[in-house]
């Protein structure tokens, strides 16, 4: 059974950083893109950062510059690292896995809280 566990969500002072990671199981985890959403309440899901099986990242305009997206396919982990939080990245995070090449097949995990407040 397909598994992606996020991690590292908590509450963050505005200014500060945090690290979210995701586990996968049970797939090969080099053939998939990875992402992170987010969900802020009463909002759509939204791409916030990608990479893909080549290692190209793609970021939201709103988190350039602050969060960074890694991939360790040895680990079978996606991370993102998040710098200068904002109370507007206030969210739930979720973890998705898209195969690189067969459209549909595609993960999502359970999703981590990412507070900003002080």
Known sequence: QVQLVE????????????TLS???SSIIFSSYNMGWYRQAPGKQRELV?????????N????????????????N????LE?????PE???VYYCNAQHFRIYGVNYWGKGTLVTVSS
């Open 7 to 18: 991690s590292g969500g908590g509450l963050v002072q505005p200014g500060g950083s945090l």
């Open 22 to 24: 995701c586990a996968a």
């Open 49 to 57: 950062a990608s990479i893909t099986t080549g290692r190209i990242t």
């Open 59 to 74: 970021y939201t305009d709103s988190v350039k510059g602050r969060f960074t997206i890694s991939r360790n396919n040895a």
């Open 76 to 79: 079978n982990i996606v991370s």
């Open 82 to 86: 998040m710098n200068s939080l904002k």
């Open 89 to 91: 990245d206030t969210a």
